[in-house]
């Protein structure tokens, strides 16, 4: 099994609802990534977490609150969100969070969030 | 951070070979290149990665410059299914486990 999940693909939310973004991965691996995508942009990093514990922080704003329960779980809370906020948000895993080069990152195909 | 430069676009008909270049001209020693490459409707995907040595997989070749200032990703026969956005990203060794995403080069293959 060599998948990241992402659940769900599509939300719609107003700017006053709490929702959460949820991803898994069963591969072992021990980093976990959240990055956001706008349209025709390239991936921003939003946060890393190495073995369950949140390790960068790319000075994301509190609205969005990253959660890592277990190995295989990473989830994304959202409250208060904005329209600009609307965008797609993808998840990673890779095998292990200390650097060597290596490490690919195996992506999910992202949750695409509309803030209304 | 050291930066990535990268083209635009880039066209390509099929089966023909596709470089795609980089220009990494601040690169430290200890940072690794990496390519990814994000299809339609897709979360990017791992393509080929490298120190100083060229390397080939069955997706691609990277060759890099003697002076790790530039490197090319080489697509040896391209195929309508390569079209994507290809991205290409110093990973370094030393700030923890980020991988920052450049501006990417579109490739559209021309049947």
């Known amino acids: 099994d060599t998948e990241v999940t992402q659940t769900p693909k599509h939300l719609v939310m107003g700017m006053t609802n709490k929702k959460s973004l949820k991803c898994e991965q069963h591969?072992?691996?021990?980093?976990m990534y959240w990055y956001k995508q706008k349209a025709k942009k390239p991936p921003e990093l939003m946060f890393v977490?190495?073995?369950?514990?949140?390790?960068i922080n790319e000075s994301v704003p509190s609205r969005f609150s990253p959660e890592c329960p277990n190995s295989s779980l990473l989830n994304l809370h959202l409250h208060a969100l904005q329209p600009e906020d609307s965008a797609l948000y993808l998840c990673?895993?890779?095998?292990?969070?200390?650097?060597?080069?290596?490490?690919?990152?195996?992506f999910g195909e992202g949750s695409r969030l509309t803030v209304l | 951070d050291a930066k990535t430069t990268q083209p635009n676009s880039m066209e390509s008909n099929e089966e023909e070979p596709v470089h795609l270049p980089c220009n990494h001209s601040t690169i430290s020693g200890t940072d690794y290149i990496h390519w990814y490459r994000q299809l339609p409707s897709q979360g990017p995907e791992y393509v080929i990665h490298?120190?100083?040595s060229n390397v080939n997989n069955r997706m691609a070749s990277l060759a890099i410059a003697e002076d790790r200032k530039s490197s090319t990703l080489i697509l040896h026969r391209a195929t309508l299914r390569d079209a994507a956005v290809y991205y290409c990203?110093?990973?370094?060794?030393?700030?923890?486990?980020?991988?920052?995403f450049g501006g990417g080069t579109r490739v559209l293959v021309k049947p």
């Open positions: 990203i110093l990973r370094f060794s030393a700030a923890g486990n980020k991988l920052t």
């Open positions: 591969m072992g691996h021990r980093a």
């Open positions: 990673a895993s890779s095998q292990k969070p200390q650097f060597g080069g290596t490490g690919e990152l195996f």
């Open positions: 490298g120190l100083t």
């Open positions: 977490y190495s073995y369950e514990k949140l390790s």
